[in-house]
């Protein structure tokens, strides 16, 4: 029995709120937690910081965001790679027009730009649901990829619409190793993983869970609808701009229209009901199953002496990304997260089950 | 009619001590009429709720009762009438309104948070009571904090009281029937309303959970002074626990008074007989 409940009893409400009830929990977490801050930049290198790490880090976080929304409050969106884009955008004309402004700031206004676009691309919602929603959002997604692509100013009327992110400089700190950009990353995305995990356990969290779940019975608890949505529409924007901006200025530093376009919206989404819907956890997980498969694909057979083309990588990569989604959406809607959280239960009683 | 002529014991003395209580009226419909296309739900339904009564709405199937919660708690809009809340009249009462206005209830076909724990399922009920910020939300400092530890501790009454303390952290939609409609009572008593209203609580359970339900309910009438108005199918149940009945038949208001004058009103007789009901 390495990891169970009985014994360890809770005598106040606030110990039974925490986040991490269990104190095996609690140690889990503080090693993940060393290991992510100390451990990894110690021992990593350069291409695996670059290449699988920082955009892991990244895209949990644009999942995260997305998570809010989908998995929390029930609203379908297509359309985060917009909101990622509009992120990126908005820090890099901050930026460039307003060089006086500290990063820092940048960054936490275009987070807020891409909130306030989110909402007004949320106001649909309290029209129309599922498919049409997932339509109208869908339309945002368009709508951005045409306006970056095509509204000069946005990217100051550069020849090839390419953009180039400012020196990274937070204060007299200055971004440039990858080590560097990993523990940026990281620490927003700690940052950012505990305010969302406090705003669902929250009276906000309840009430887009209960949208969620059921709108009508939401309402007779006096719940107002549009209210709830919308909050989740701009907390999610919020931090999918974030993510974007992250992407943008720190994973590719340079970067065209296409970087936010619909395929980063759907793999986002991919994450989301692999990983787990309505889980903070499920984020990561499915970040990292999205982040790592390819790379397993393009590795595995070669050690066992097969050899794909690129091509068949990619096909094959799509055919396993379309039929665990069906799986999950079919046997469980709670992804990985809940697979995580059947195994731990299972060890909780280990080794007595009933 | 199968109506049981022998109330227990107790319900006597419960009705003496309540009928010392009951005040003034809390809520009127006047006049309502609902009409889906060409079905008529409800046809100039007039009657009124005092407070601290548990007032029972009953008829044969289709007879407009639960349309008759709908409109009071502003689900349904009624094409002519109006509502009286606490002296204010209402001709268009709105969900959230009227869940401000202190009007809680709990559905035919159970309508909770199906993906919530029974905690948060009956959490939700305290969201009118909550003010944290969203910053002292995300951040849990402040009233984030101290609001949930205060409303955590009201709904544990709560949990206490309606004996669900084993099930809080379950999942509702894994519970059985009989427990999830207590859940929702619950949920509804957490809102701390002046009106409750219930409809079929009852159905669909076995006898001992009719039992504690019915127990429950006198409970929350009794020691919180809750109003009640229910839609009960079993007319035992009917005649013991509540102070004053209506009956609805076709969308019209058939009878009005208490359980003995409307168990023996003709015209309800007829239509219990006419239907083969009950
Ligand atoms: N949303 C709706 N749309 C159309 N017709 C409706 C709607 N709600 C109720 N009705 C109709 O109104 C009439 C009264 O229905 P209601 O549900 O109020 O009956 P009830 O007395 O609660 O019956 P039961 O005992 O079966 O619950 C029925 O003919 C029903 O078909
Ligand atoms: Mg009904």
Redesign the pocket.
């Known amino acids: 029995m390495i990891y169970r409940e009985t014994g360890q009893f809770r005598t106040s409400y606030a110990e039974d709120q925490a986040i991490f009830r269990l104190r095996e929990d609690r140690i889990g977490i503080a090693a993940i937690l060393a290991i992510a801050w100390v451990g990894v930049p110690l021992l990593a290198d350069e291409y695996l910081l670059r290449a699988i790490l920082i955009p892991f880090l990244i895209l949990s976080l644009a999942a995260i965001g997305l998570n809010l929304l989908l998995g929390y409050c029930g609203q379908i969106s297509l359309g985060t790679g917009a909101f990622m884009a509009v992120g990126a955008y908005s820090a890099y004309n901050l930026a460039l027009r307003l060089p006086e402004l500290p990063l820092l700031l940048d960054f936490f206004l275009a987070g807020l730009i891409a909130a306030g676009v989110g909402i007004v691309f949320g106001l649909p919602s309290f029209r129309i649901k599922g498919l049409y929603l997932a339509v109208a959002t869908l339309a945002l997604q368009f709508f951005a990829d045409w306006a970056f692509l095509r509204v000069r100013w946005f990217t100051n009327y550069t020849p090839s619409g390419s953009v180039t992110a400012p020196v990274l400089d937070f204060f007299g700190w200055v971004v440039d190793t990858e080590r560097e950009k990993y523990w940026l990353c990281l620490a927003f995305v700690c940052a950012i993983a505990l305010l969302a995990k406090n705003l669902v356990r929250s009276r906000l969290g309840r009430s887009w869970m209960a949208i969620r779940d059921m709108d009508i019975a939401a309402e007779i608890i006096g719940i107002r609808p549009m209210h709830a949505k919308l909050s989740a529409f701009a907390v999610s924007s919020f931090v999918a701009g974030l993510a974007g901006v992250l992407w943008a200025f720190v994973h590719l530093g340079s970067w065209e229209p296409l970087a936010f376009s619909i395929d980063m919206s759907f793999r986002l989404l991919f994450m989301v009901i692999i990983g787990g819907m309505g889980s903070i956890l499920g984020s990561f997980l499915g970040a990292a199953f999205i982040t790592i498969l390819p790379i397993f694909l393009n590795q595995a057979p070669a050690m066992i002496g097969i050899r794909l083309s690129t091509a068949m990588v990619s096909h094959l990569e799509f055919m396993i990304f379309g039929t665990l989604i069906v799986l999950f959406l079919i046997w469980e809607p709670h992804g990985l997260a809940r697979l995580w959280q059947i195994g731990k239960e299972k060890m909780r009683l280990w080794p007595f089950p009933y | 009619m199968a109506v049981a002529s022998a109330p227990v014991a107790t319900s006597a003395e419960r009705a003496a001590r309540r009928e010392r209580r009951i005040g003034e009226v809390l809520l009127a419909v006047e006049n309502i009429s609902?009409r889906?296309?060409g079905?008529?739900?409800?046809s100039n339904v007039s009657f009124d709720i005092r407070r601290g009564e548990i007032r029972a709405i009953i008829?044969?199937?289709?007879?407009?009762?639960?349309?008759?919660?709908?409109v009071i708690n502003g689900f349904?809009q009624p094409q002519e009438g109006r509502i009286v809340w606490k002296g204010r009249v209402f001709t268009r009462m709105r969900p959230h309104e009227a869940a401000k206005g202190g009007i809680a209830r709990t559905f035919?076909n159970i309508a909770l948070f199906k993906g919530m724990s029974t905690l948060d399922n009956i959490m939700t009920g305290r969201i009118l009571k909550m003010r944290a910020s969203f910053l002292e939300q995300a951040f849990r400092i402040g009233r984030g904090r101290s609001e949930e530890l205060r409303e955590r501790a009201f709904v544990e009454r709560i949990i206490d009281f309606l004996e669900i303390t084993h099930i809080r952290h379950v999942p509702v939609g894994k519970l059985p029937y009989g427990l999830q409609k207590r859940v929702e009572l619950a949920r509804a008593l957490a809102m701390e309303p002046e009106l409750l209203l219930l409809?079929?609580p009852m159905a669909g359970m076995n006898l001992e959970e009719k039992e504690d339900m019915c127990r429950f309910i006198l409970d929350v009438n009794e020691e919180f002074g809750t109003t009640v108005a229910l839609?009960e199918?079993d007319m035992s149940v009917v005649m013991d626990i509540s102070d004053r009945v209506v009956v609805?038949d076709y969308?019209r208001l058939l009878a009005d008074g208490t359980p003995e004058e409307v168990r023996n009103d003709p015209a309800v007789i007829e239509a219990y007989l006419g239907v083969a009901h009950g």
């Open positions: 609902l889906f296309g079905v008529r739900a409800l008829g044969p199937n289709g007879a407009g009762k639960s349309s008759m919660l709908n349904y035919q409809d079929e839609i199918h609805l969308g």
